[in-house]
């Protein structure tokens, strides 16, 4: 670890970090209520329909983003692409204000169109302001890992509560508004040129396997974290009954995101002052995890109020293991890429996620019947995956050494 001299965040990064706060607070808000709403009075869907069109909105995601990437990098330019598709998803939430599966599926179908021409576009003109001080860049996208958790958590708390107690549509105009209040950060913020980004100085070799190992690597994460999720949920269920900590229910779902909170703040103190390696961050990341899971193997199937602090302490290491690895996949990406096709690169790695989550839900009934199966293949998985990023680390220390002498 190394002490970073003469490199500072700048008032940017802070207009980057509440759009994407605004809008996640907007898109998850939105989405708290959208299926809710389509079982409710005014449509009256069948659960199973309804159900079936939130996952093609979820699922669809993956495609809108590949194209929203391709435009902003090829034709249309990154920060006019966020503007675009900031002013689409707003005009697709009140879309949703209309009463009739018409205005449902427009609304829907705009929401998804801008959000893929909002995230990508907006990430990559976000990890392209530190392209020439790349050793603050996992610090920086921890900084929007924050913000994304808090836009998150505030947007179910807010549009949740108001369209559940004022009607749905109070509900979609705030996400409609909060929408269009993301747009103002990047109106006053400036766009880093090419011209003004130094070059990569990584061969091509070295930026390619940098690239695809991240890949691979933050995709099995997720998947292993959904398959051990189902776990960590039914434990939360008996929590939330037995528990005397005094946490409101509806608290329990939110714990984790909770610890996320602290947890990111003194990671981006520390990373703005001091540097490691982004694959070095990874394996601490799996190794955390794997604490987490095996602090989990030791709650019983039907735990007591004595467990509760266990389990409060696996979360906070799950929490730990989610800083050093989900920022740091768009740092590895933003240092390793070629600045003009970043936000391409960018949709592309939420596929492996999908892929994965996919190949790992085809199992998924198996781990609903016996939860702690789930734990143990993440436990055995996390720690194969941690194995070879030590053998990566240490082989990438012995070149560095090397070419040193």
Same mark, same amino acid.
């Given at each position: 670890?190394? /002490?970073?001299?003469?490199? /500072? ?6 207009? #980057? &970090? ?8 907007? #898109? ?25 069109? #939130? ?59 801008? !959000? ?20 603050? @860049? ?60 130094? /070059? ?11 690239? @695809? ?8 994460? =997720? ?16 929590? $939330?009954?037995? !528990?005397? @900590? ?5 608290? =329990? ?7 996320? *909170?602290?947890? &990111? ?5 520390? =990373?703005?002052?001091?540097? &490691? ?33 266990? #389990? *409060?302490? $696996? ?15 768009? !740092?590895?990406?933003?240092?390793? $890429? ?16 999908? @892929?994965? $989550? ?14 702690? +199966? ?19 680390? +240490? ?11």
């Amino acid at each position: 670890m190394e /002490k970073i001299q003469n490199q /500072k965040h700048t008032k940017e990064t802070f207009y #980057y &970090s509440i759009s994407r706060m605004l809008e996640r607070a907007s #898109y998850y808000g939105f989405r708290a209520l959208v299926a809710l709403y389509m079982v409710g009075e005014t449509l009256k869907m069948e659960r199973t329909e309804a159900l079936t069109i #939130y996952g093609w909105l979820v699922g669809s995601l993956v495609f809108s983003q590949i194209i929203g990437g391709i435009l902003g990098d090829l034709l249309i330019g990154n920060k006019k692409s966020i503007i675009i598709g900031g002013i689409i998803q707003a005009i697709g939430a009140f879309n949703l204000c209309i009463p009739s599966t018409t205005g449902l599926y427009l609304g829907l179908f705009l929401v998804v169109l801008g !959000s893929g021409f909002f995230t990508p576009n907006l990430i990559s003109n976000f990890g392209k302001l530190y392209l020439n001080k790349t050793k603050l @860049l996992d610090s920086g996208f921890t900084i929007f890992y924050l913000a994304i958790n808090l836009g998150s958590f505030l947007g179910i708390l807010l549009i949740g509560y108001l369209g559940e107690t004022y009607g749905y549509n109070i509900g979609f105009v705030i996400s409609g508004i909060l929408m269009l209040l993301s747009i103002i950060p990047m109106l006053l913020s400036k766009e880093k040129t090419l011209k003004e980004i130094e /070059k990569s100085e990584f061969p091509i070799s070295k930026r390619v396997i940098s690239i @695809l190992i991240a890949f691979i690597v933050v995709g099995l994460f =997720w998947g292993i974290y959904e398959i051990s999720n189902i776990r960590i949920f039914d434990l939360q269920l008996q929590f $939330s009954e037995i !528990s005397t @900590l005094g946490i409101p229910k509806h608290l =329990w779902q939110s714990v984790n995101a909770i610890f996320i *909170l602290p947890i &990111s703040i003194i990671a981006i103190v520390l =990373w703005t002052y001091f540097y &490691s390696s982004q694959f070095f961050k990874l394996m601490l990341g799996f190794i955390f995890g794997i604490i987490s899971f095996g602090i989990l193997f030791l709650i019983p199937d039907v735990p007591t109020d004595k467990h509760t602090v266990i #389990y *409060l302490v $696996s979360l906070l290491f799950l929490g730990i293991s989610e800083i050093h690895i989900a920022p740091i996949i768009h !740092s590895i990406l933003t240092k390793y $890429s070629n600045p003009k096709y970043l936000a391409i690169l960018i949709s592309i790695a939420f596929i492996p996620t999908r @892929l994965f $989550s996919m190949i790992f839900g085809l199992f998924n009934d198996r781990f609903y019947d016996n939860p702690m +199966l789930g734990l143990k293949f993440g436990i055995i998985a996390m720690t194969v995956i941690g194995i070879g990023l030590i053998g990566y680390v +240490l082989w990438n220390k012995k070149n560095y050494l090397q070419q040193r002498v």
